[in-house]
């Protein structure tokens, strides 16, 4: 048996997050969030730059990232103690929740500003090569888009990220989460299944054959210095990260995929993200790609009964990356 990614269903992402969206502005005193009119009329949600932001703000915005259709919520667990919050993410429909929302995949630039946009408006641009392959692309809504940064998008972006959406800028609503910030650090660390979806990806597993998956990584302490919180969230994943997905297909491959998946496939594996990035010169592109995937990962061959597992949780380093 086999399933189909291609055909998008509806209600779309942006008939599921907004409600989300909206329950995020109305909470937004609780949140700790500034809610301000941006460029161009466009409602800027600011989750960590100016707002102090919260950790539930992270949570509620890392479900928006899924496009309303994955589940994220905290645990509490001593496997990392002391640092005891793990982030635990869900979705019966990986692939859509989070390849064609999740993913940080628009590359948005102008001037001095550059940010990766991921989230439900992504579906409605569809400009990135991967929705040609997914079959996916949307229609109506209003966009909105989650913006890894500490600065404000310019004019230049809210007009090219209007007219990709082929809606009015007043419309677009953009959450910005800055790295080093609690809501920030929690929407990064939540796409703890998004990682393992992309290097799935990159192996070339067929992503029809990817039915379920739910996994988990602990909620580093935010840092004020944005290589060290950028080295925090990565390594929360890497060597903190555990993925459990469910496939179709043979069993031979769910094997294949569970040996290559973790982290430590790659030639970069064993140091904190921190170092390996300041060993490349600050340069992602040196880094190996295949290193950004979880610490371990155990993939269900549904159609025969049969899981297998890969990979190890590093818990000395993920507290050396912590600071405890």
């Known amino acids: 048996m086999r399933r189909c990614v291609g055909a998008s269903v509806s209600p779309g992402f942006a008939a599921r997050t907004a409600p989300l969206v909206a ?3 109305a909470d937004a005193a609780p949140l700790r969030l500034g809610v301000a009119q941006g460029q161009l009329g466009a409602r800027i949600v600011d989750g960590g730059i100016e707002a102090r932001g919260s950790l539930e703000a992270g949570r509620r915005i890392a479900e928006i990232c899924m496009g309303g259709i994955g589940q994220v919520r905290f645990q509490a667990s001593d496997r990392f103690a002391p640092f005891t919050t793990l982030v635990e993410v869900g979705a019966s429909d990986p692939v859509r929740a989070c390849l064609a929302s999740q993913y940080a995949g628009w590359k948005l630039a102008s001037g001095g500003f550059f940010a990766l946009g991921s989230g439900p408006a992504r579906a409605l641009a569809a400009c990135e090569p991967l929705f040609a392959e997914l079959g996916i692309s949307e229609t109506g809504g209003d966009p909105v888009l989650v913006l890894e940064t500490s600065a404000v998008p310019p004019e ?5 990220i209007a007219a990709a959406c082929a809606a009015d800028p007043a419309r677009v609503t953009l959450i910005l989460t800055p790295t080093a910030s609690l809501a920030g650090t929690v929407q990064i660390v939540a796409r703890i299944l998004e990682v393992a979806l992309h290097k799935a990806h990159a192996l070339g597993f067929p992503l029809s054959d990817i039915w379920d998956g739910r996994g988990s990584a ?8 944005f290589i060290a919180a950028m080295g925090r969230t990565n390594d929360a994943c890497l060597y903190g990260g555990e993925v459990q997905l469910y496939v179709g ?3 031979a491959a769910a094997r294949d995929l569970a040996e290559a998946l973790p982290s430590c496939a790659s030639r970069d594996h064993g140091r904190p993200f921190a170092e390996i990035f300041a060993a490349c010169d600050c340069d992602f592109y040196r880094i190996d790609p295949l290193l950004f995937s979880p610490a371990r990962v155990t993939v269900t061959a549904i159609e025969h009964g049969a899981s297998f597992s890969a990979g190890a949780l590093d818990p000395h380093l993920v507290a050396r990356s912590f600071g405890g």
């Not at 230049?156 to 090219?160: D, F, G, N």
Request: hydrophobic share 55%; no cysteine.
């Open 249 to 251: 297909g043979p069993a």
């Open 156 to 160: 230049a972006v809210v007009a090219e």
């Open 218 to 225: 602990p909620v580093p302490p935010p840092i004020p210095d």
């Open 23 to 25: 329950a995020l502005v």
